[in-house]
C-alpha cells in the first residue's frame, strides 16, 4: 500500500508542512530534506544549504521562504 505522503506527492506535503511565510525549526526541515542532522550542518557551512536565524538563545530556524526555495532548487524547478 502507498503511503499518503507518495500517493499525494511532494507539493501536497510541502503545503502541509510549510506555513506561508515565518520560520521553521529544523526537525521540519529535514521532514521535506531527507539529509542526516550532520549532513544538513555541513551542507549549511559549505553553502548548499541556507544559514539559519537565530532567534534566541538556543533558538534557531530558517525562513521559509528560504526553504521554498531550496527545495524548487533540489527540484529542479
Same mark, same amino acid.
Given at each position: 500500500?502507498?503511503?499518503?505522503?507518495?500517493?499525494?506527492?511532494?507539493? &501536497?506535503? &510541502?503545503?502541509? &508542512?510549510?506555513?506561508?511565510?515565518?520560520?521553521?525549526?529544523?526537525?521540519?526541515?529535514?521532514?521535506?530534506?531527507? &539529509?542526516s542532522r550532520s549532513t544538513w550542518w555541513a551542507g549549511i557551512k559549505d553553502g548548499r544549504y541556507p544559514v539559519p536565524c537565530k532567534l534566541g538563545p538556543g533558538v534557531t530556524a530558517w525562513r521559509v521562504e528560504d526553504i521554498r526555495v531550496l527545495i524548487e532548487r533540489l527540484s529542479g524547478h
Amino acid at each position: 500500500m502507498e503511503s499518503e505522503t507518495h500517493r499525494l506527492g511532494p507539493t &501536497v506535503l &510541502v503545503s502541509a &508542512v510549510l506555513p506561508e511565510t515565518g520560520f521553521v525549526r529544523l526537525p521540519t526541515v529535514l521532514t521535506l530534506i531527507p &539529509v542526516s542532522r550532520s549532513t544538513w550542518w555541513a551542507g549549511i557551512k559549505d553553502g548548499r544549504y541556507p544559514v539559519p536565524c537565530k532567534l534566541g538563545p538556543g533558538v534557531t530556524a530558517w525562513r521559509v521562504e528560504d526553504i521554498r526555495v531550496l527545495i524548487e532548487r533540489l527540484s529542479g524547478h
